[in-house]
């Protein structure tokens, strides 16, 4: 126990400067989506971890907790944005044995987007019965 | 060990948020693993899937209201959040003034021309990308930026232009006559007034009558001039989203409010029945006559149209004989387009994006080192 808790002393970068990072300070729109998004926070293993997403807030921080929190497998999940003015979200999960924090994030994902798929289907379903209805 | 089944009136009584006349209650959501010793609570795709309703009651092209039940409030805030801050958008971004001797200061007048909704065709608002911004006008200044800067081309960048002269009406004015619209000819500047200049591929993305890029409503006053003042001006638009500068947002509004519930607990009779009504807005509540000569009664009728102004608790006779609350996973949305895309294709964007955040971050998880 104690040789774990050593390792999550982390040394801590000074801060840059000034000019030098204007590009990720600047928000979302100089963040590319498309490019490494997570990051694991130090001091997890395979059953209790924080994610870092860059470029994410409540939008996805709490969709995703609500989708995981609905996995029997996790013990605990939780999101924050430890400060308003970094574009950045964590989300912690610990998860009872015989599953992975990865495995439960990545379900995660599959139960929004077919949540997502769901949604679009009855919603065009609805909304072309509703104008056929109202058409005569 | 077979799941503990729940009978429909704790069912019921679970999804319930209390609406007292200071205090709500139950407002957290409980359908989690765990919660209720013995039940069933993971996510199935196939039971959402089953249970998962969309009712439309209005579906104007500029404004959509839509019941969504049942969803967690997590899911129906991400929908709502993305429509008002992540659907990108054409606003005019970049303004450039030749002249402008009118009272209204270029930078005002800049800020204004932003805020106009535009529309075009769909098809050529979706053709378009977004135009990649220097990263800062410093960086830009010192060459720095100029490497991420994109061009402006006809898929990321719409001209538009503004020329307008004010003159004196010809001929001799009557005596005493203070109408500018008989004295002035140009003295308003309007949104019509903005003229497309189109480029490249734009000829057939934004076809001429219907498919040009326009102001949604023409009759916007821009600015007042006098005889001798002009704007001219030139004004660049681009793709953006809400979270960058609201112009950008494709919604008026875009809200949610939970289905309101009016339990009756205890008879509410005669005269009491009516003023119980006169509580609600017209049509919450209704009056049913009782048998052949009894007295009226109050029946809920329709609580949809309820705004739970709960002014039926201020009245002591009422208190223990009405219980108000609202569905915790019953979500009735309005969206209210600007006018760049209608409202229902609003809605089916904001899921797309939703999905399309997931994939991207399915993707990003692969690659994270464990």
């Keep these: 126990m104690p040789s774990v808790l050593a390792n999550e002393d982390q040394a801590m970068d000074d801060a840059p400067q000034s000019g030098e990072n204007l590009a990720e300070s600047g928000g979302d729109s100089f963040i590319d989506l498309n490019d490494q998004r997570i990051r694991v926070l130090p001091g997890a293993n395979d059953t209790a971890a924080s994610f870092e997403f860059e470029a994410e807030d409540h939008t996805l921080g709490n969709a995703l907790r609500y989708m995981i929190m609905k996995n029997p497998q996790v013990e605990l999940c939780g999101y924050s944005i430890p400060h308003p003015s970094e574009a950045k979200m964590n989300i912690r999960i610990q998860t009872y044995e015989g599953t992975t924090v990865y495995d439960v994030l990545e379900k995660g994902f599959d139960d929004l987007m077919g949540l997502c798929d769901v949604v679009t289907e009855k919603f065009t379903g609805a909304r072309d019965d509703f104008n056929a209805r109202q058409k005569p | ?370």
Excluded at chain 2, 8 to 31: F, L, W
Excluded at chain 2, 318 to 327: A, I, M, P, T, Y
């Design chain 2, 1 to 370: 060990m077979a799941p503990v089944s729940v009978s429909p009136e704790e069912a019921r009584r679970r999804k319930i948020v209390g609406v007292n006349a200071e205090t709500v209650t139950h407002v957290s959501s409980t359908d989690f693993p765990g919660h209720y010793p013995g039940e069933d609570h993971a996510w199935s795709l196939e039971k959402f899937a089953k249970d998962f309703t969309v009712q439309f009651h209005q579906n104007s092209p500029y404004e959509s209201t839509f019941s969504l039940f049942p969803l967690d409030a997590s899911i129906a805030n991400a929908f709502r959040r993305i429509l008002i801050a992540e659907i990108p958008t054409l606003a005019i971004e970049y303004v450039f003034i030749h002249n402008n001797t009118s009272i209204i200061q270029d930078e005002v007048l800049a800020a204004r021309l932003g805020l106009v909704p535009l529309t075009g065709r769909l098809e050529g608002l979706n053709w378009m990308q977004f135009y990649k911004r220097p990263v800062s006008d410093e960086h830009d200044a010192s060459g720095g930026g100029e490497t991420e800067r994109d061009t402006a081309a006809d898929n990321n960048t719409v001209v538009l232009k503004l020329q307008k002269e004010c003159s004196w009406a010809p001929g001799q004015p009557k005596e005493g006559e203070t109408d500018p619209n008989v004295l002035y000819i140009n003295s308003n500047v309007y949104a019509k007034d903005i003229e497309f200049i189109p480029t490249g591929r734009q000829f057939k993305e934004f076809p001429s009558p219907d498919g040009l890029i326009r102001p949604v409503n023409p009759d916007i006053l821009l600015a007042k001039m006098r005889p001798g003042q002009t704007i001219d001006l030139e004004m660049h638009c681009v793709k953006g989203i809400g979270a960058d500068h609201a112009k950008f947002s494709p919604v008026a509004t875009a809200s949610y409010r939970l289905l309101p519930t009016i339990d009756i607990l205890k008879p509410i009779v005669g005269q009491e029945a009516r003023k119980f009504a006169r509580c609600f807005p017209k049509g919450v509540i209704g009056l049913e006559q009782e048998g052949e000569e009894g007295e009226v009664r109050a029946v809920v009728r329709d609580t949809m149209r309820d705004t739970v102004s709960r002014e039926c608790l201020r009245h002591e006779e009422f208190k223990d004989k009405v219980k108000l609350g609202r569905v915790r996973d019953h979500f009735i949305f309005g969206v209210e387009s600007t006018g760049q895309f209608e409202s229902d294709l609003l809605f089916l964007e904001s899921v797309k994006i939703l999905k399309m955040k997931c994939v991207r971050l399915k993707r990003s998880l692969a690659n994270v080192t464990r």
